[in-house]
């Protein structure tokens, strides 16, 4: 399910700020070289999120699923010289496209990789972070969210990808469909954040901690 006409996706994506070159080039190789390479973010939700850090003046950044690295270098460039982000995944042959793509920009030596399930990592974190990504496997978006909100200070982010989940969550069949919309419902009702929900490509959640 397409949930907005291309033309319209066209028309966002010519009136918003180009990314630099080298995001086109990181494009390319994941079409070329990854398995569902439909699963990067793209040149609205990486513009999306790096406009979030620049807009809390983020410092700290945590995410969970890396994938190519698009997400990753997006934020990491609106870092300052002394920011950190620390990106979570599982797989090293697609991770190993993100190092490739960073290594290539003056922004990558912000950004560390920690391979190994994001569950884990974030248990060993002692960190807090004003901005938390949220773009990995579907049905452990509930513990991707409870282990990193306290970690993330109070007016920081959590911004969680694929909310609408391709128009499935209004009329959920199968696992990942019932994940997303119980992840929908835990993140409605959690007292600690405010919440919107926005139909940015496949949904995104941004989430403030109060």
């Not at 291309?6 to 966002?12: F, G, L, S, T």
């Not at 912000?110 to 901005?131: A, C, Q, Y």
């Not at 993140?187 to 989430?207: F, Q, S, T």
């Amino acid at each position: 399910m397409k949930l907005t006409d291309e033309k319209i996706e066209d028309y966002c994506r010519a009136h918003t700020t180009p990314l630099p070159e080298i995001f086109g080039r990181l494009r390319d190789a994941t079409f070329k070289e990854a398995h569902a390479p439909q699963m990067q973010v793209g040149l609205l939700e990486g513009r999306f999120l790096g406009l979030l850090v620049a807009l809390t003046n983020a410092k700290r950044v945590l995410e969970f699923g890396t994938f190519t690295g698009f997400s990753a270098l997006a934020m990491a460039e609106k870092l300052p010289a002394d920011g950190k982000l620390i990106t979570c995944d599982i797989d090293e042959k697609v991770t190993a496209i993100a190092k490739k793509f960073w290594n290539e920009s003056p922004h990558g030596k912000k950004i560390e990789l920690r391979l190994g399930p994001g569950t884990e990592t974030v248990d060993s974190l002692n960190d807090t972070f004003d901005l938390v990504f949220i773009d990995a496997d579907k049905a452990n978006y509930i513990n991707y969210w409870d282990k990193s909100l306290p970690k993330v200070r109070s007016g920081g982010l959590i911004v969680v990808d694929n909310v609408l989940w391709s128009g499935a969550v209004l009329n959920p069949q199968e696992k990942s469909d019932h994940a997303i919309v119980s992840f929908n419902e835990h993140a409605r009702k959690d007292p600690r954040v405010e919440i919107v929900m926005l139909p940015v490509r496949d949904g995104v959640l941004v989430a403030r901690k109060l």
